[in-house]
């Protein structure tokens, strides 16, 4: 990964020749001490900051599709016009400069402020209004719902009912850099307090919504109070399953879903302790890789006879599995638990493992209780049509819990990654406001292992072959996941643009 200044890059306010940026490219050049994309589309001429808002990652190795720019870290999507965080995961705006174009030459001086950038008018909403807005969940899908209602005009009530206590923040990294005590806590917020306040979106935390009476248009909240909604939006997440064994129950087996929970394993985390991780998915070694930058001795132990094997395939979950013994990390893989006690647990063959912190990380379930006890249409997740909308109208689905009509793939989805609910999120708020759009993006998610992040577009729950392009060790490789001749899903290590262009492919329906 690379930092988006470049100490040789251009200086914007002495101007570059026209023709140093062709159609269709993109450069960085520096306006003082601000790292500047300057992109041409045809006739016009576009600049804005050069760094994604999400995480930093350098917008000028990204893909430049239309009037848009797409991070090559994961996937964001940024306006060339004004600037504006058109697509998850970024939230924020970039800078936006005007360009000035004289004798031949590109000149970029000056930021352009928020009246100036244009934001293109936003359509009103369909005639009749609703008044209130309810949003369950303060995930992913949810914040990026009651955000979106605010940025596209929506003057009414929007309430957030949350059974967490903290306000919506950033989960990945919770298994990530906050866990592994390189990300400060700081960072975790989405926003900071004083937002919700400032764009009048109520936050009712520490609050479950315990039923909800579709006909009435009400939601019943575990503090004893109705509320009523026009458009609800359910997001309430997924869960982690737990392990149902003797000793499950004892204080030190975990599981990791909340910020809550991150910092209860970041209490126990001790250097030199002692870890075991059930499971060899995602998040657990996501939280393995964390614990050794703790220096935990860590423990996996997991049935299955190679990592990640059913998603990434037999040389990528391999190549995983390397890339953690090379940090310390102890595979017991095709192996179960079957007892924890006080400080050991004991494995299917007999062995017996020294572990003062148990974590569990077995997969997760989609939380549908609320949407099954209100009658609405169940199909392994909340069935949404391409609306994003249940089988009750004006009562939307979003994130884990939904199973919607995958465009690209033709199949339904229900899909647990953070891009996917934070982007259903925003649609579905435009479809509570009447829009009427379709839900057509490609999911992607990323998982970090150490200092290596790979990358992931499309779906593939099953395929005929795997074509490899590149070289998995050296760090610089492609894999298509393919099925009668269709690529339904690509996997990539530092190969950022070849994950976005694998991503526009399929959003216009090729393989590639
Ligand atoms: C540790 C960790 C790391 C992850 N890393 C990645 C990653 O690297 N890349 C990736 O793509 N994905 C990652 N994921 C998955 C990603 O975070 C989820 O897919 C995403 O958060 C789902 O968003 P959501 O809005 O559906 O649910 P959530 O974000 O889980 O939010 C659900 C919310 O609903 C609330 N809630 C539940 N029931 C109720 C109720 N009845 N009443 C009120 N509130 C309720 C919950 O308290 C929570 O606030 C990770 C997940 C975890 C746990
Ligand atoms: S850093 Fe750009 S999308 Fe994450």
Redesign the pocket.
């Known amino acids: 990964m690379s930092d988006a200044s470049q100490p040789n890059s251009p200086d914007l306010e002495r101007g570059i020749p026209e023709t140093n940026l062709a159609d269709g490219g993109m450069l960085v050049g520096q306006v003082g001490e601000d790292a500047v994309l300057l992109a041409r589309r045809g006739a016009e001429v576009f600049a804005i900051g050069a760094t ?1 808002t ?4 350098p917008l000028g190795e990204g893909l430049m599709v239309g009037d848009t720019v797409r ?1 090559p ?4 999507c940024f306006s060339l016009r004004t600037g504006e965080a058109l697509a998850a ?2 939230l924020t705006a970039n800078s936006c400069w005007r360009v000035e174009r004289r004798d031949g030459r590109i000149f970029v001086r000056e930021e352009l402020s928020e009246t100036e950038r244009r934001m293109p008018a936003k359509p009103r909403p369909t005639a009749g209004p609703p008044d209130q807005m309810v949003i369950i969940g303060g995930g992913a899908a949810g914040y990026a719902a009651a955000e979106m209602l605010r940025r596209e005009g929506f003057g009414g009530r929007v309430t957030i009912v949350s059974a967490d206590n903290d306000p919506p923040y950033d989960r990945p990294n919770l298994s990530k850099d906050y866990l592994a005590g390189t990300a400060p806590e700081a960072w975790i917020p989405l926003r900071p307090p004083e937002f919700y306040a400032e764009n009048a979106i109520e936050l009712r935390l520490g609050t479950t919504a315990t039923a909800l009476d579709v006909a009435a248009r009400r939601v019943m909240l575990s503090d004893g109070q109705a509320l009523g909604f026009d458009k609800l939006l359910l997001a309430t997440g997924a869960e982690p399953i737990r392990l149902q064994l003797p000793g499950a129950e004892l204080a030190h087996v975990r599981t990791l879903r909340s910020l809550a929970d991150s910092r209860d394993l970041i209490a126990r985390a001790r250097k030199g302790s002692r870890a075991v991780i059930v499971g060899a998915s995602f998040i657990g070694l996501e939280v393995a890789a964390a614990l050794r930058h703790r220096e935990v001795v860590v423990h996996v132990v997991a049935p299955e006879e190679r990592c990640m094997e059913r998603v990434l395939g037999p040389a990528l979950g391999d190549f995983v599995r390397s890339l953690h013994e090379a940090h310390g990390v102890v595979f017991h893989l095709g192996r179960t638990l079957t007892a924890i006690d006080a400080g050991r647990v004991r494995l299917d063959d007999g062995a017996l493992l020294d572990a003062e912190l148990v974590v569990v990380g077995i997969g997760v379930r989609p939380r549908l209780g609320l949407a099954e006890q209100a009658g609405l249409a169940i199909d392994r997740g909340v069935v949404v049509d391409q609306y994003l909308e249940t089988s009750a109208p004006g009562i939307f689905a979003a994130g884990d819990i939904a199973r919607w009509p995958d465009a690209y793939g033709g199949d339904s989805l229900r899909i647990e990654h953070w891009v996917v609910a934070e982007r259903q999120g925003q649609t579905a708020a435009r479809n509570m406001l009447g829009r009427h759009e379709r839900y057509t993006a490609v999911p992607f998610f990323w998982s970090q292992h150490y200092d290596l992040s790979i990358d992931y577009v499309g779906h593939a729950q099953a395929w005929d072959r795997i074509d490899q392009d590149g070289d998995i060790a050296a760090h610089d490789v492609a894999l298509r996941f393919r099925r009668a001749d269709r690529t339904l899903a690509v996997a990539t290590i530092f190969r950022g643009r070849e994950s976005l262009s694998a991503e526009l492919a399929m959003e216009q329906g090729q393989s590639p």
């Open positions: 994604c999400h995480y930093g990652g991070c870290w994961h996937h964001a995961p970024a």
